[in-house]
């Protein structure tokens, strides 16, 4: 893009966006677009050459910008949604190219947020509500053979360069694409269920793009069973703190003092221990948290039913909306549309949040996994789905899309894993704070959701980067305090403060070692949401004004994205 002295940063970021959903057509679909719905990326090493060509000529572009001198990019105060935007533009394409200079997309297997994981999701984000949806819908089936095979050539370069990934990664991925394919069962697999009900007139089409698809995968399965696993024997778990420092980096939007927040991480394990042990004896009387919450599991108020528990998941986040709009939000209207729905088979454990396109035709979703369970206790669903829903994910990602004054690019794919989830977790606590978790029951679920995320920086920091299991953790661990983590004993520390069931805590550690940095940044983006609003609220006080919460809460996601960084400071000014 040529720049001239009236090229704003906005204007770059927006190009940026242009040119990238046609080289990722995922990325068109999560906005909304239907231009290149029948198409899916190239995963292999020359595909990431080519978002990696983009990044480069953007970032010359942005240079170009600020070299000019414009106020929207320079990090002039008169514009601050425009330094708002050039820095994060900068910052997320920096740390883009420096994980695919060290290889990691030749590696990417794990079980959540792979390359593979990002083809299915597609799936559901697509309309089906005319013939045209569903002619693109099968074309797109049709393109999954040459998707995965693009993938597997990163695969097999990685291996040629001893870039692997570890094998409980690799096992679990290939259980869950033996699931994605409907092996052992009649059922055809998840794609032949996704194409089951498109229209008779294309029903060979569809057929065909399922079966190409569901073949596919098993063959990527075999592949990866079959040739990558004896080659990734060895593979430590851990990737070590360089390649952490990198990922982390991508993760948060900062460079962080892994030293600090695996202090604030064991702080905050001890501080959660000591109020779970108080919320415990109200909902029992005489047990511990664990003991407590094994009972809630066993005993407490529960919904029966997969389509039943949707619904109340539905009802959850609709009451939501309409106790806080108005009071400490202002919902609007296309903000108040969030639908509730059932992950696909073969997901990982943990819940999520798809955001909505960019005109609103496509609701904010969120998703739960079943793992074949059809009883789901209430206790630890209330706090997760104002986490996942209202005033969590939805309230911050689906009001970025509203918001004019951010750029295309600060609206939808400039964001910064842990100022989200840093977020999410502020709302549950919010909504702690406003009264909507007296329940001792309801409340106990939110603390031990907060316990998990405090555990999750502990032993995250603590397997990659070979920092020792602490004094105090309690049990057998006692005996390996001053010793490096292990898979084994992370697990053993996380199910003796967790209340979440045994395939749960499989899962998020098998998470934890395939996507080093991300699981921080919950609980490291909660303490930097939490002092901005410290630093505001003092501001206020310092010149003799009351603290708006609801104003503030309306500027905070009004900014857009920001690393951790640059998040606290941002805050305190508003």
């Given at each position: 893009m040529?720049?001239?002295?009236t090229?704003?940063a906005?204007?770059?970021?927006?190009?940026?966006?242009e040119?990238?959903?046609?080289l990722?057509p995922?990325?068109?679909?999560a906005?909304?677009?239907?231009?290149h719905?029948d198409?899916?990326?190239?995963?292999?090493?020359d595909?990431?050459?080519?978002?990696?060509?983009?990044?480069?000529a953007?970032?010359?572009?942005?240079?170009?910008?600020?070299?000019?001198?414009?106020?929207e990019?320079?990090?002039?105060?008169l514009d601050?949604?425009?330094?708002?935007?050039?820095?994060?533009?900068?910052?997320?394409?920096?740390?883009?190219?420096?994980?695919?200079?060290?290889?990691e997309?030749?590696?990417?297997?794990?079980?959540?947020?792979?390359?593979?994981?990002?083809?299915?999701?597609?799936?559901?984000m697509?309309?089906t509500?005319t013939?045209?949806?569903?002619v693109?819908?099968?074309?797109?089936l049709a393109?999954?053979?040459d998707a995965?095979?693009?993938?597997t050539?990163?695969?097999?370069?990685?291996?040629?360069?001893g870039?692997?990934?570890?094998?409980?990664?690799?096992?679990?991925?290939?259980d869950?694409?033996?699931?994605?394919?409907g092996?052992?069962?009649s059922?055809?697999?998840?794609?032949?269920?996704?194409?089951?009900?498109?229209?008779?007139?294309l029903?060979?089409?569809?057929?065909?793009?399922?079966?190409?698809?569901t073949?596919?995968?098993?063959?990527?399965r075999?592949?990866?069973?079959?040739?990558?696993?004896?080659?990734?024997?060895?593979t430590?778990d851990a990737?070590?703190?360089?390649?952490?420092?990198?990922?982390?980096?991508?993760?948060?939007?900062a460079?962080?003092?892994?030293?600090?927040?695996?202090?604030?991480?064991?702080?905050?394990?001890?501080?959660?221990?000591?109020e779970?042990?108080?919320?415990?004896?109200?909902?029992?009387?005489g047990?511990?948290a664990?003991?407590?919450?094994?009972?809630?599991?066993?005993?407490?108020?529960?919904?029966?039913?997969?389509e039943e528990v949707?619904?109340?998941?539905?009802?959850?986040?609709d009451?939501?909306?309409?106790?806080?709009?108005?009071?400490?939000?202002?919902?609007?209207?296309?903000?108040r549309?969030?639908?509730?729905?059932?992950?696909?088979?073969?997901?990982?454990?943990?819940?999520?949040?798809?955001?909505?396109?960019?005109?609103?035709?496509?609701?904010g979703?969120?998703w739960?996994?079943?793992?074949g369970?059809?009883?789901?206790?209430?206790?630890n669903?209330?706090?997760t789905w104002?986490?996942?829903?209202?005033?969590g994910?939805?309230?911050?990602?689906?009001?970025w899309?509203?918001?004019?004054?951010l750029s295309?690019?600060?609206?939808?794919?400039?964001?910064?894993?842990?100022?989200?989830?840093?977020?999410?977790?502020?709302?549950?606590?919010?909504?702690?704070?406003?009264?909507?978790?007296?329940?001792?029951?309801?409340?106990?679920?939110?603390?031990?959701?907060?316990?998990?995320?405090?555990?999750?920086?502990?032993?995250?920091?603590?397997?990659?980067?070979g920092?020792?299991?602490?004094g105090?953790?309690?049990?057998?661990?006692?005996?390996?305090?001053?010793?490096?983590?292990?898979?084994?004993?992370?697990?053993?520390?996380?199910?003796?403060?967790?209340?979440?069931?045994?395939?749960?805590?499989?899962?998020?550690?098998?998470?934890?070692?395939?996507?080093?940095?991300?699981?921080?940044?919950?609980?490291?983006g909660?303490r930097?949401?939490r002092?901005?609003?410290?630093?505001?609220?003092?501001?206020?006080?310092?010149?003799?004004?009351?603290?708006?919460?609801?104003?503030?809460?309306a500027?905070?996601?009004?900014?857009?994205?920001?690393?951790?960084?640059d998040?606290?400071?941002?805050?305190a000014?508003?």
């Amino acid at each position: 893009m040529a720049t001239t002295s009236t090229t704003t940063a906005r204007d770059v970021a927006d190009a940026y966006v242009e040119a990238l959903v046609a080289l990722d057509p995922l990325t068109s679909t999560a906005l909304g677009s239907v231009a290149h719905e029948d198409r899916l990326p190239d995963l292999s090493p020359d595909g990431q050459a080519a978002q990696d060509e983009l990044a480069r000529a953007t970032l010359a572009d942005l240079d170009a910008v600020e070299a000019v001198g414009r106020p929207e990019a320079s990090g002039s105060a008169l514009d601050g949604d425009g330094r708002r935007c050039a820095r994060l533009l900068r910052e997320r394409l920096e740390a883009a190219l420096a994980l695919s200079a060290a290889g990691e997309h030749l590696r990417a297997v794990r079980n959540i947020g792979s390359p593979v994981h990002a083809v299915r999701s597609a799936f559901t984000m697509m309309p089906t509500q005319t013939d045209d949806d569903w002619v693109a819908l099968a074309r797109r089936l049709a393109a999954v053979p040459d998707a995965l095979a693009g993938w597997t050539a990163s695969l097999e370069e990685g291996s040629e360069r001893g870039l692997l990934a570890a094998p409980l990664q690799v096992a679990t991925l290939a259980d869950q694409l033996g699931q994605w394919s409907g092996r052992g069962t009649s059922d055809g697999g998840w794609f032949a269920s996704l194409a089951a009900p498109g229209p008779q007139a294309l029903r060979a089409e569809l057929d065909a793009g399922a079966a190409s698809a569901t073949a596919a995968v098993d063959a990527a399965r075999t592949y990866l069973l079959e040739t990558y696993a004896p080659r990734a024997e060895g593979t430590p778990d851990a990737v070590g703190s360089q390649r952490y420092a990198l990922s982390a980096r991508d993760q948060t939007g900062a460079d962080l003092d892994l030293d600090d927040a695996y202090a604030y991480g064991l702080a905050e394990v001890e501080r959660l221990e000591g109020e779970m042990a108080r919320e415990a004896e109200r909902v029992l009387p005489g047990s511990s948290a664990l003991e407590a919450m094994a009972h809630l599991a066993e005993h407490g108020p529960a919904v029966d039913g997969v389509e039943e528990v949707r619904a109340w998941l539905q009802d959850l986040m609709d009451t939501a909306i309409a106790d806080l709009d108005g009071t400490h939000f202002d919902i609007s209207e296309p903000l108040r549309t969030v639908e509730a729905r059932i992950a696909p088979p073969g997901s990982a454990a943990a819940p999520y949040y798809s955001r909505p396109s960019l005109d609103f035709s496509r609701p904010g979703r969120t998703w739960l996994p079943t793992l074949g369970r059809t009883r789901f206790p209430l206790w630890n669903l209330v706090s997760t789905w104002y986490h996942e829903g209202v005033p969590g994910h939805h309230l911050q990602l689906a009001q970025w899309v509203a918001t004019p004054g951010l750029s295309t690019y600060q609206r939808t794919v400039g964001s910064v894993s842990a100022n989200l989830e840093g977020w999410a977790l502020y709302a549950e606590g919010l909504m702690d704070e406003l009264g909507h978790l007296e329940d001792p029951r309801h409340r106990l679920g939110y603390l031990d959701a907060q316990m998990m995320r405090a555990v999750r920086v502990v032993i995250d920091i603590g397997l990659h980067t070979g920092r020792p299991v602490p004094g105090g953790a309690g049990g057998t661990l006692d005996g390996q305090a001053g010793r490096p983590w292990t898979p084994a004993l992370a697990r053993e520390y996380f199910g003796a403060r967790s209340g979440r069931p045994a395939e749960f805590l499989d899962s998020e550690i098998v998470r934890y070692l395939g996507w080093p940095g991300q699981a921080i940044g919950y609980k490291l983006g909660e303490r930097a949401w939490r002092a901005g609003r410290a630093a505001a609220t003092s501001a206020a006080a310092a010149r003799g004004a009351s603290f708006d919460l609801k104003a503030w809460h309306a500027a905070a996601l009004a900014q857009g994205s920001l690393g951790l960084d640059d998040l606290a400071e941002e805050l305190a000014l508003l």
